[in-house]
């Protein structure tokens, strides 16, 4: 898609003028094991990234369930939990030393810190709504609502990031909008409590709204990198999510202590049903699966492309309605169920997309299949190769 920068790299160590047929054994052999390594990081940062929002969409909604009732704990476990990061920052830094995009004079302090605060307050608002939204839906309903964020990413990246609304993508944004909006009709009741028409509805709007601000942030962080900072390397956008996290920890933390939520905490632990243990363990366990979610979403960046890391954070939401009709015992009534089958209707629309702009993409720069799993001769003689195109 035009505006999103994608990297190409290939890194070739000096080879002898007339290369042995052995040479060459070895050259293929160590190309496929590298594909082969690159895919296998692709699946376990897949894992992560289903398996992780997955988790804590469960955890979330099991604090509600048993007397939790605090919507500022419920988003300040949502980032707290971004020091998981920095492990991963350290020890993949070196195996991501290449420049995605570098326009030249770095962005000043001043810019830095004002994109920092911007996305960071943006960012706690919007886990904040998220947690409106658990807080009276069925999981299986929120998560279906959740499926729409990929329809404000396109809406939000045609206007911020110059992306082409082609039929596919606008056939996308259409069953994904009806999808959600399916579920405004809606009358069940949740199995745990009794919500009104007015809170099921307040959910719903929050739901939506930030999904909306979730891909509000995405197209704005694009921005920030290509507009403001002006850098697209591995440290540059693990700087830019680790700040963004802090800055919105501090916010949920306000917002903790402000609200007053923080003096009922003693009362709503003794309380708790499954006991004081269960509810710290929770928490703990929510703040860290939200961060294998955040690694496994990192990692999808830098091996392929932030649209697809968003794509597929999109594809774990219809598990979450199947895991919620087991564990909660939420009802999948005829709607969900047509709700659920048009989110994957919308969501393969996107993917496929996405496909075919890579096609052509590969195709404009004279790129065969067989071509970008191994490099070229004139390639190899070149050393490093660094191709930067818009999508």
Same mark, same amino acid.
């Given at each position: 898609m035009k505006g999103d920068q994608e990297l190409q790299v290939i890194v070739q160590q000096g080879k002898e003028p007339n290369p042995t047929v052995q040479d060459e054994r070895n050259s293929v052999g160590s190309?496929?094991?590298?594909?082969?390594k690159r895919w296998l990081r692709v699946i376990i940062y897949t894992f992560f990234v289903i398996?992780?929002?997955?988790?804590?969409?469960?955890?979330?909604?099991?604090?509600?369930?048993?007397?939790?009732?605090?919507?500022?704990?419920?988003? !300040? &476990?949502?980032? /707290?939990?971004?020091?998981?990061?920095?492990?991963?920052?350290?020890?993949?830094?070196k195996t991501h030393t290449t420049t995605h995009r570098d326009d030249g004079k770095a962005a000043s302090h001043r810019n830095? !810190?004002?994109?920092?605060?911007a996305l960071g307050v943006l960012v706690g608002g919007d886990c904040y709504l998220y947690s409106i939204g658990l807080l009276y839906l069925p999981v299986s309903t929120f998560s279906l609502i959740c499926a729409s964020q990929l329809?404000?990413?396109?809406?939000?990246?045609?206007?911020?990031?110059?992306?082409?609304? =082609?039929?596919?993508?606008?056939?996308?944004?259409?069953?994904?909008t009806i999808s959600s909006n399916l579920l405004a009709f809606n009358n069940e009741e949740s199995n745990f409590k009794k919500v009104t028409r007015g809170q099921y509805v307040t959910s719903f709007i929050c739901t939506i709204g930030a999904s909306a601000g979730f891909g509000l942030v995405l197209s704005l962080q694009q921005v920030a990198l290509r507009k403001v900072l002006k850098r697209q =390397?591995? *440290?540059? /956008?693990?700087?830019?999510?680790?700040?963004?996290?802090?800055?919105?920890?501090?916010? *949920?933390? &306000?917002?903790?202590?402000?609200?007053?939520?923080?003096?009922?905490?003693?009362s709503e632990m003794d309380s708790y049903k499954l006991g004081k243990v269960s509810y710290a363990m929770n928490? &703990?366990? =929510?703040?860290?699966?939200?961060? /294998?979610?955040? /690694?496994?979403? =990192?990692?999808?960046?830098?091996?392929?492309?932030?649209?697809?890391? %968003?794509?597929?954070?999109?594809?774990?939401?219809?598990?979450?309605?199947?895991?919620? !009709?087991?564990?909660?015992?939420?009802?999948? %009534?005829?709607?969900?169920v047509i709700s659920m089958i048009l989110a994957i209707w919308g969501f393969m629309s996107y993917v496929y997309q996405h496909y075919l702009d890579d096609k052509n993409l590969k195709k404009s720069l004279g790129i065969s299949t067989e071509e970008s799993s191994a490099p070229s001769e004139a390639e190899r003689s070149s050393g490093q190769r660094i191709q930067t195109s818009a999508s």
């Open positions: 190309n496929h094991t590298n594909i082969y398996s992780g929002q997955s988790v804590a969409t469960i955890l979330g909604r099991l604090y509600y369930d048993n007397g939790g009732n605090s919507k500022w704990l419920a988003t !300040v &476990v949502q980032l /707290v939990g971004f020091p998981v990061l920095l492990p991963y920052y350290l020890f993949s830094i830095r !810190v004002l994109v920092y605060l329809a404000f990413r396109a809406f939000f990246s045609y206007f911020l990031n110059s992306q082409k609304l =082609t039929p596919i993508i606008l056939n996308s944004l259409l069953l994904l =390397t591995f *440290s540059e /956008v693990m700087d830019l999510i680790i700040y963004v996290n802090l800055v919105a920890s501090c916010v *949920s933390l &306000v917002g903790l202590f402000a609200s007053g939520e923080w003096k009922t905490l003693s928490l &703990v366990w =929510t703040a860290i699966s939200w961060q /294998v979610f955040n /690694v496994g979403g =990192t990692g999808l960046i830098f091996e392929l492309s932030s649209l697809f890391s %968003n794509a597929i954070s999109a594809l774990g939401l219809p598990v979450v309605p199947v895991l919620a !009709v087991i564990i909660f015992h939420d009802k999948m %009534n005829g709607l969900k």
